[in-house]
């Protein structure tokens, strides 16, 4: 039996999306459910292979114009309706409350980490122009970027990746199918000595740079300066 039909109904059956590593190993488990030599006729199947067989079967869905399709999400294959009959799917299974939809300043510090990532808050603040605190909570309250690493600089400050969830929502097989964008790839990036956030737990500094005011004396009484910091560039 052809192996790109085997998997075609595996891909038709399946409660999820899946990746062409978990297809292989239910090629590899067909002959626990069933003792023949057509369970097993493709149990050695390479990664590769499988990968082809599901790139020609993507191709040959969308040549033959259905009404459905066969998607690459984050690395995951699954059929899906064509956008254009949305409105009888709906009908049928009702619609899902959509999340609010992210402000432009989100989506422009997001397409930043997309572009450069792995990359400090102190960068995308010096490409932004503009501290991005409000924004990067967003964004990893959303699940479409976390902190992948430290960077090697001083006070090793968090490196900002984009999610599988960020595929997902916007639709894509992997960041090589983002839409080129040599331009924002090329603006330097100096990091700032200085650029202190709102919030000193996500400040772009090292955590030691952040230093409370000395305690004023007045007749002997200590007024508490406790909460303060240094005064750094404006954020305006």
Do not use: C
């Amino acid at each position: 039996m052809e192996l790109k039909f085997v998997i075609e109904s595996i891909l038709f059956s399946a409660q999820k999306p899946l990746s062409p590593a978990e297809i292989r190993d239910l090629l590899k488990k067909a002959v626990e459910f069933e003792d023949s030599p057509q369970a097993g006729e493709h149990q050695k199947t390479r990664l590769e292979d499988i990968e082809s067989a599901l790139a020609t079967l993507r191709d040959e869905h969308e040549q033959a114009g259905r009404s459905y399709r066969l998607l690459n999400i984050a690395g995951a294959w699954q059929f899906a309706s064509q956008p254009e009959f949305a409105p009888w799917i709906k009908a049928l299974v009702g619609q899902k409350p959509r999340p609010p939809k992210l402000s432009a300043p989100a989506l422009e510090t997001l397409a930043i980490v997309a572009y450069r990532q792995p990359i400090t808050r102190a960068e995308m603040e010096q490409i932004r122009g503009v501290a991005v605190d409000g924004v990067m909570g967003t964004l990893v309250e959303r699940g479409l970027i976390e902190q992948s690493g430290k960077a090697e600089a001083p006070g090793r400050p968090g490196l900002y990746s984009t999610t599988p969830l960020f595929l997902e929502y916007f639709g894509l097989g992997g960041l090589d199918d983002l839409p080129d964008a040599e331009e924002l790839r090329r603006i330097p990036v100096k990091k700032p000595e200085e650029l202190l956030t709102v919030d000193p737990g996500l400040a772009t500094t090292a955590p030691e740079q952040l230093q409370l005011a000395p305690q004023e004396s007045s007749g002997g009484q200590g007024s508490s300066a406790a909460g303060k910091v240094t005064e750094g560039p404006s954020q305006n």
